[in-house]
């Protein structure tokens, strides 16, 4: 189907394991965006992707990296969890000249 | 830092009046867009209005945007409870790159009672 797809749904790991999100896209968007959110923060972007081999800081992007090889895809990684990451993630997608942005049905990250 | 709050954080009505929320900005800028998210789900994109227009409908939804008071507002009228979820102003700002990030509020709990 097309749409915007996240992996995994949930996730329970440890402070100071790498986890990966992953987030697929099937409209080839140009943009792809992470956000996280918090009680009491809303959504707060924390990286971007204009094009494949594209990315930029968001707000919150201190301890994450992401990547895009190809323009479905677009991964974010925690490179050593905090407990502090405990959120959930959202991946987003939009075209290069519209403004809606399309949301996935996020990844609920939970760190012990 | 958050660029919009809502306003109010919770409202409960019941099914069949209208539900009036209120969305502040900061700074300066291009289009505001609200959204809804309903519990567990994703954000689902409801209307935007550019900063040159005054006001917006669609379908049972009407925004207004006042950018002399950095403010906007959204109606829903003859609420159902389906219409029951989290709503969200984003803003979009700046020129380039920096209008591709929407900065979003808090947001606004809308219980709608059958």
């Known amino acids: 189907d097309a749409g915007i797809t996240q992996s995994p749904r949930y996730k329970i790991t440890e402070t100071g394991r790498q986890v990966t999100l992953m987030c697929h896209q099937t409209w080839s968007h140009s943009y792809m965006f992470w956000y996280r959110q918090d009680l009491g923060h809303g959504l707060r972007l924390i990286y971007y992707s204009a094009a494949a081999d594209i990315t930029d800081k968001g707000e919150v992007p201190d301890g994450y990296v992401v990547s895009r090889s190809k323009t479905e895809n677009f991964p974010l990684t925690l490179e050593s969890a905090t407990r502090s990451q405990t959120s959930v993630y959202f991946c987003?997608?939009?075209?290069?000249?519209?403004?809606?942005?399309?949301f996935g049905p996020g990844t609920r990250l939970t760190v012990l | 830092s958050q660029q919009g709050e809502e306003d109010p954080q919770a409202l409960s009505i019941q099914e069949g009046e209208n539900a009036t929320m209120n969305c502040s900005y900061k700074t300066s800028i291009n289009n505001l867009q609200w959204y809804r998210q309903n519990s567990g789900r994703g954000l689902v994109h409801l209307i935007l209005i550019r900063s040159n227009e005054r006001e917006k409908h669609s379908g049972r939804l009407r925004v207004t945007l006042d950018t002399s008071k950095k403010s906007s507002s959204l109606l829903i009228t003859a609420s159902r409870a389906a219409d029951t979820a989290s709503y969200f102003c984003a803003t979009a700002s700046g020129s380039g790159g920096a209008t591709n990030k929407l900065i979003f509020g808090t947001g606004t709990l809308l219980a709608v009672q059958p």
């Open positions: 987003a997608s939009r075209t290069g000249v519209g403004n809606e942005q399309f």
